[in-house]
């Protein structure tokens, strides 16, 4: 895995210093031009393993495509896995075509103010599509904790370790498995960039996010009669915790949102 990580990592660099891919090219998650943000001068390029790039596709990135799909066969093993516990998920929403899996990989760039105190332009980094399960390889030149936003704003610290991978359970989770889980906001990020002598152009995140496609309506994992899940406790009778929400909606809020530590689940939350 550390030899396809890293041929991977060399392919995101030239794929980064490439001119026939935007800085961001979020039109694919259904932005238009004008959401974009243009404020933020770090690169975020998205790929879809399930789809094409731009021109000739992945033909000219296999290690990043074989990368993205193994991460993959872990997120949706990790799905898998949180469907068969008694206070999971209360079914395995991938199943049956109840929700279409979607792969995506994420790769980010950073700037040096990733090493100030810069909180809001640290945090505005963090934002990408809502997800289900979220998967990190860990290089092994991160030697500094990852921070990461918890369910309640507060700040968590994570010890890499390198040549594994990290999860992360995210906003889709938390609402199928009605409040069960708690997710972790957006992705973790590196408290500081190691040094090895180049500009940031060397200090790039590579996430592979399962999710779901932007169209789908998330609501929570109810059980049937019948079934040994826990419902949870909530104040509605049928023990909603979470309004139903189309994604569309809520990614666009995601993006847009210039309090970085907001709750945006709060005004779907029954």
């Not at 933020?40 to 790039?53: A, H, S």
């Amino acid at each position: 895995m550390l030899t396809l990580a890293t041929s991977a990592l060399a392919e995101s660099q030239s794929l980064l210093r490439s001119h026939w891919l935007p800085a961001n090219n979020l039109l694919s998650l259904g932005f238009n031009p004008e959401d974009l943000d243009h404020d933020d001068q770090d690169r975020i390029l998205m790929l879809d393993t399930g789809g094409r790039v731009d021109g000739d596709g992945f033909a000219s990135l296999p290690a990043l495509l074989e990368f993205g799909k193994c991460l993959e066969k872990v997120g949706l093993g990790v799905v898998d896995i949180l469907s068969s516990m008694k206070e999971g998920f209360c079914k395995n929403p991938f199943e049956k075509r109840s929700y279409t899996p979607r792969c995506l990989i994420w790769i980010s760039s950073y700037d040096i103010d990733i090493n100030t105190d810069k909180t809001g332009s640290q945090m505005r980094k963090t934002k990408c599509y809502p997800y289900v399960v979220g998967l990190q390889y860990e290089m092994n030149w991160w030697k500094q904790p990852y921070l990461a936003t918890g369910d309640s704003g507060e700040r968590i610290s994570i010890a890499p370790v390198a040549d594994s991978i990290l999860v992360t359970l995210g906003d889709i989770a938390q609402v199928w498995s009605n409040g069960r889980f708690k997710r972790v906001r957006s992705r973790p990020q590196p408290t500081s960039l190691p040094f090895d002598g180049c500009d940031g152009t060397g200090c790039i995140s590579l996430t592979v996010l399962v999710t779901v496609p932007l169209d789908t309506v998330i609501s929570p994992l109810l059980p049937s009669a019948g079934e040994g899940c826990v419902a949870g406790d909530a104040d509605e009778d049928d023990g909603r915790r979470f309004h139903a929400f189309y994604l569309e909606e809520y990614a666009w809020r995601i993006y847009h949102e210039r309090l970085p530590l907001k709750d945006l689940l709060l005004r779907y939350r029954s």
